[in-house]
């Protein structure tokens, strides 16, 4: 279902996908009728909800968390190749273009986590944001929840890992300061390209390259252990930058690094091969069977351990050059994890020892 003849400049998808939870859909079969028809208003909407609930135990055991949490349902970035474009569907929309204008703003976050830390129950471990959708697109410009979330995990001594592709990151540097002096917090920024015109079709409302590195060089001043996020490499693409990706975040002071190999699954197969091919009309088809080349024929792969690594020759490639440029570049030199001993509710004693 194609929303406009010309291309959407600022959003990453094209395109709505259906819903394969929704028995019925909407569709526009004549381009000429004058009816009202609400896929023209490619705005971002922000609807405002009191959830039940705020942190997830993650099932997956090739993520490196145990339990998540996202003040935001969608994401504004619109990056065409995100995972969690797919979870947009529970909550009734397209992975598509409404995963990126539709965005579901949580409240009630920190206080539903406060509610949650203050369980007898929960025995403290570290807690991801950013699992599912950038807890610093757009919205936390105007709605201050990430904020809010780091502000309970201070208070309780929560340890929390954060992801993001945005400098807003740098608006809470006195807050992430304050809990890296307690061993609290650590910060991956993911890059993907320094390639200007290749961020702005794939990654479209996100922060520039430059800026990216700017985050991890004034957040790893302030004493915030600060790391890279390569992900995904996608073969004919982007995979050929990963040394100068690794380089340039090791010399802005980035300790440690990660990457994951491009994997198409639900819906995203659907986007992707609609954006490839309308972005990239002369090596469209080389890409695509490189992905399928690393996926055993296909472009997803679900297996544990396999899924966001690939196999095969390219796959291969790209995690041998990971490995060789980590040890080249000093990243992941280090064993280290975040304190969870000093945690403590408001009001209880101080811990024994």
């Known amino acids: 279902m194609h929303i406009n003849s010309e291309y959407l400049k600022g959003r990453g998808a094209q395109i709505n996908t259906r819903n394969k939870f929704l028995r019925d859909e909407v569709n526009r079969d004549h381009i000429e009728g004058i009816d009202d028809w609400s896929e023209t208003n490619i705005a971002t909407q922000y609807i405002e909800q009191e959830s039940k609930s705020i942190v997830n135990k993650v099932d997956s055991p090739d993520v490196g968390m145990m339990y998540s949490m996202n003040p935001y349902a969608g994401c504004e970035h619109g990056c065409i190749y995100c995972y969690a474009r ?30 949650f830390l203050m369980n007898p129950n929960w025995e403290c471990v570290p807690i991801g944001m950013s699992g599912n959708t950038d807890c610093y697109q757009p919205a936390e410009k105007i709605y201050r929840l990430t904020r809010g979330l780091l502000e309970v995990c201070n208070e309780f001594n929560q340890p929390v890992g954060m992801i993001t592709k945005n400098a807003g990151m740098l608006r809470d540097k006195d ?13 991956l920024v993911s890059i993907t ?4 015109d290749l961020r702005q ?26 790391g890279v996020m390569l992900g995904p490499m996608i073969p004919g693409l982007n995979e050929h930058e990963m040394q100068r990706i690794m380089k340039e975040a090791s010399d802005n002071g980035a300790t440690f690094s990660a990457y994951t190999f491009i994997r198409l699954n639900g819906a995203i ?5 609609d954006w490839l091919y309308k972005n990239f009309p002369d090596r469209a088809d080389k890409v695509w069977h490189l992905i399928e080349g690393a996926h055993d024929g296909k472009v997803n792969d679900s297996r544990w351990g396999v899924r966001m690594r690939g196999e095969g020759s390219i796959a291969e490639l790209v995690n041998q050059q990971y490995k060789k440029y980590s040890e080249l570049y000093g990243l992941n030199a280090e064993r280290w994890e975040l304190d969870c001993s000093q945690f403590q509710r408001p009001g209880e004693q101080g811990k024994l020892f």
């Not at 996100?206 to 915030?224: C, H, K």
């Open 86 to 115: 797919n979870v947009h569907e529970y909550w009734g929309y397209s992975a598509g273009l409404d995963f990126e204008r539709k965005i579901i703003v949580k409240k009630n976050a920190p206080k539903l986590l406060r509610k």
């Open 175 to 187: 807050l992430l300061q304050e809990m890296a002096k307690k061993n609290l917090v650590s910060i």
């Open 269 to 273: 197969k659907l986007l992707f091969h």
């Open 201 to 226: 079709k794939m990654e479209p409302r996100t922060t520039t390259a430059s800026q990216r590195l700017r985050t991890i060089r004034e957040l790893s001043q302030a004493g915030v252990r600060s």
């Open 193 to 196: 390209s320094f390639n200007e």
